[in-house]
């Protein structure tokens, strides 16, 4: 099974910006679609944004549509998450995972494998 490890997380200020890293560990990585998603203290984890296999169509939440991107580099076997004009709502902890291709799933339990996430702390 593909192992996923998520970079990139930290501390910023509201209206700054952090880009997070998803590297996997295998070659087959270009065969899954990839998903964002984050949980925040207290609450269930909530999809953010996911990218095809072959990176043609991208999905986002409404709450990050315009300041976050997704996309990925095949070749270097990563995903990345691009997040401009944070606000302290975005903090949470970010997860990567590999699910199905061509599913443009949205629900966490469409994918298969996981990352240990990245905390990203937005201050005001």
């Known amino acids: 099974q593909v192992q996923l490890v998520e970079s990139g997380g930290g501390l910023a200020q509201a209206g700054g910006s952090l880009r997070l890293s998803c590297a996997a560990s295998?070659?087959?990585?270009?065969?899954?679609?990839m998903g964002w998603f984050r949980q925040a203290p207290g609450k269930e984890r909530t999809f953010v944004a996911l990218i095809t296999w072959s990176g043609s169509w991208t999905m986002y939440a409404d709450s990050v549509k315009g300041r976050f991107t997704i996309s990925r580099d095949n070749a270097k076997n990563t995903v990345y998450l691009q997040m401009n004009n944070l606000n302290p709502e975005d903090t949470a902890v970010y997860y990567c995972?590999?699910?199905?291709?061509?599913?443009?799933?949205?629900?966490?339990?469409?994918?298969?494998?996981w990352g240990q996430g990245t905390q990203v702390t937005v201050s005001s």
């Open positions: 995972a590999a699910g199905p291709p061509q599913r443009l799933a949205v629900r966490s339990d469409e994918y298969h494998n």
């Open positions: 295998e070659r087959t990585f270009g065969a899954y679609d």
